[in-house]
């Protein structure tokens, strides 16, 4: 017997993803910026849905660490301080460091052509001049590797410091940067994992994290030499 679920409940599940991509966006470009509050009335005026709807988007974003939700005294737009982006950068590499060693054992037959799928969906969407779509990719191109390392508990961790990194560095550039270069910097990865060697791929993903961001030097200075 096949199960259908009610109409309802897939209708209010797209409403709230819609609100969530929406939030989302609009957070990361900086549109809505830290310390604003997010109430469910408005946003459920907003986006002609119900209050119900809002408050899964919104529980969406705090998972992402992109919200505070404070009970009664409502939901804030969440800070993107150095200090606390330094930290995740370091619990980054940390986390993918270990997990590239480790996936380096027994890597899945189609990592590597995942993988380069992905590098040519971020060029894509660097030819469009879409940053966000680009840092989405790139946030599937670092779990498409994790997930090959076995350790689905650190997932949710991995994805919400690769959602706060994008974050600050998309808001510590008030200049266009160059997309391309961003997206070809993932390749030097590919081609480390296709050699087959475990220390030449933890290197080259210690090397391509500490030079995200400006003060990589400085946090990372054994990455960067």
Do not use: W
């Not at 998309?170 to 160059?178: A, H, L, T, V």
């Amino acid at each position: 017997m096949t199960y259908f679920p009610p109409r309802q409940t897939a209708t209010k599940s797209l409403k709230s993803s819609a609100a969530f991509a929406s939030l989302k966006r609009d957070i990361m470009l900086g549109v809505l910026e830290p310390g604003t509050g997010l109430t469910e009335l408005d946003l459920a005026t907003h986006f002609q849905c119900s209050q119900g709807t809002v408050r899964e988007a919104l529980l969406q974003l705090q998972e992402e660490g992109l919200v505070l939700r404070k009970g009664r005294r409502g939901t804030q737009v969440s800070e993107c301080t150095a200090d606390e982006a330094i930290e995740m950068f370091r619990l980054r590499q940390q986390i993918e460091g270990s997990g590239i060693a480790r996936m380096m054992r027994a890597p899945s037959r189609t990592l590597i052509k995942d993988l380069e799928d992905l590098l040519s969906k971020m060029l894509a969407a660097a030819d469009a001049a879409d940053e966000l779509e680009l840092a989405a990719i790139d946030r599937d191109f670092h779990r498409r590797i994790f997930e090959d390392a076995d350790l689905p508990a650190l997932d949710p961790i991995l994805h919400r410091c690769l959602v706060h990194n994008h974050r600050f560095k998309i808001s510590r550039s008030p200049m266009s940067r160059d997309l391309k270069a961003t997206a070809l910097r993932h390749r030097s990865i590919i081609e480390s994992i296709e050699g087959g060697d475990a220390r030449r791929a933890t290197a080259s993903m210690h090397h391509h994290i500490a030079t995200i961001v400006d003060f990589g030097p400085e946090v990372f200075p054994e990455s960067v030499q």
